[in-house]
């Protein structure tokens, strides 16, 4: 019988080891393949073909991985348009900070006297658009929680408006005053706060100063504090660059001696600090997603209770280990106008976060009246690895999904184009992380 590689096969050498993986998103298969059996794979000789058939590595025919990858995509399309969507709003873009890396700092809408008549539009459209749907809101910037009266009561009326339509909200903020909104947050439905810490003392309040150029970094440790005394989850994000990656071990450590970690209302993500819409001052410091994973990889091997803070997912990796099984096939990353959508006081229409507030980038208004671009929708609605030319060959694309349409826009000028993801190195770094090191386990079970 002839029988052919699966073109989704994922086949990497494993970090520090002679020893390579294989996994299959279409089929949901995993392996690691010792040298005889990475030799048989590459060779394309296999001592026994029916092993390799039964997983999927090997196919008897192409119509037969088609039709599999139909009923999949098929699955993933009608799930999609079933989950939960998460809604954007902007109530103002002035921020009280002066980040170092700040990718809105060209941002410049026209301020407005009206933002409560346009919030209560927002929601009234919220209400008729996604009727039906699960949805939240996450509350973004600018800075949302800005000090002063005015926000306060702004913040507090779309808490109001949330409450009655039953939504929960997500806070983005810098955490500044995240302290003196506590009261105020209390009133809803808050299922987390994202706040930005960067470094330990000195090193956070360089890269986030207040734009009067004052220290910010005890005031941030003092909202994330209260906020979880008050039993508000704070989703600790750090923006790591080639300057500030030694902080990890430091931030972890205060996570641990300040009681976050274990709290109940602690979680964690890792963001890397890459251009977005225009070049950073020092692009030289900013690392590309291989180079800052196998820094964190390295960062790991050599102090495991790093993991207790915060566990790198390393593409399909980190999935792997804790669920013992891979997600379902990824055939779009991009949640953009499908389920993610963004809008902001000025009354208009975005995609997602990564466009807000970007001129050229509107979808249409909500403000003072409701209008679509609907082409341009259609466009970002019908992103995926079938759309996308470059993505059609590729061995990775359901692991990778064809990453995110705003960054490939601006790349390339074309939404149907990929942002591509290295799954592949990504995961000979995670697999051996998360299954080859001993010591790793002890911290982790």
């Keep these: 019988m002839e029988t052919m590689k699966s073109k989704y096969n994922i086949f990497y050498n494993l970090e520090d080891s002679d020893e390579s993986y294989i996994v299959n998103p279409l089929y949901g298969e995993a392996d690691f393949l010792d040298s005889r059996r990475s030799a048989e794979y590459r060779k394309g000789k296999f001592t026994n073909p029916d092993e390799w058939l039964e997983k999927g590595y090997l196919i008897k025919s192409k119509e037969e991985e088609d039709r599999s990858y139909r009923d999949k995509y098929f699955k993933f399309i009608e799930e999609r348009d079933e989950s939960e969507v998460q809604i954007f709003w902007v109530p103002n873009y002035a921020c009280n900070f002066g980040c170092s890396y700040c990718y809105q700092e060209k941002y410049a809408p026209s301020p407005s006297e009206n933002t409560l008549e346009v919030q209560k539009a927002f929601f009234s459209y919220v209400k008729s658009e996604f009727a039906g749907r699960s949805k939240y809101i996450t509350v973004f910037g600018g800075e949302p929680l800005l000090p002063g009266t005015a926000q306060k009561e702004l913040i507090s009326a779309l808490i109001d408006e949330a409450n009655l339509q039953s939504l929960s909200l997500a806070f983005v903020t810098n955490g500044y005053s995240l ?142 280990w804790e669920e013992g099984e891979l997600p379902e096939a990824l055939f779009d990353s991009c949640p953009a106008c499908k389920t993610e959508w963004a809008f902001d006081y000025t009354g208009n229409i975005y995609s997602c976060t990564a466009t807000v507030g970007k001129s050229g980038e509107e979808l249409g208004t909500f403000f003072p009246e409701v209008s679509k671009k609907e082409d341009l929708i259609d466009e970002w609605e019908s992103r995926d690895v079938t759309s996308i030319p470059e993505c059609k060959g590729c061995s990775l694309q359901l692991a ?46």
Aim: glycine share 10%.
């Design 179 to 320: 302290q003196e909104y506590i009261p105020i947050l209390k009133k809803g439905l808050v299922r987390e706060i994202q706040v930005t810490l960067d470094g330990i003392g000195a090193t956070h309040d360089e890269r986030r100063p207040l734009k009067s150029g004052g220290s910010t970094y005890s005031q941030v440790i003092e909202g994330i504090d209260a906020a979880i005394k008050n039993k508000l989850t704070v989703n600790l994000r750090v923006v790591l660059d080639k300057e500030n990656i030694k902080e990890l071990p430091a931030i972890a450590e205060l996570a641990r001696e300040k009681g976050w970690i274990g709290s109940g209302y602690f979680k964690t993500q890792l963001g890397r600090n890459y251009e977005l819409h225009s070049c950073q001052k020092n692009s030289g410091i900013l690392y590309d997603r291989v180079s800052m994973y196998r820094d964190l990889y390295s960062m790991i091997r050599e102090d495991p209770s790093l993991l207790d803070f915060h566990k790198p997912a390393f593409s399909l990796s980190r999935f792997l």
């Design 400 to 445: 990778c999904g064809g990453g995110c349409a705003s960054v490939a826009k601006n790349q390339t000028g074309k939404i149907l184009s990929p942002d591509c993801r290295p799954v592949d190195k990504l995961m000979g770094m995670g697999l051996s992380l998360y299954y080859s090191i001993d010591k790793i386990k002890k911290y982790t079970e």
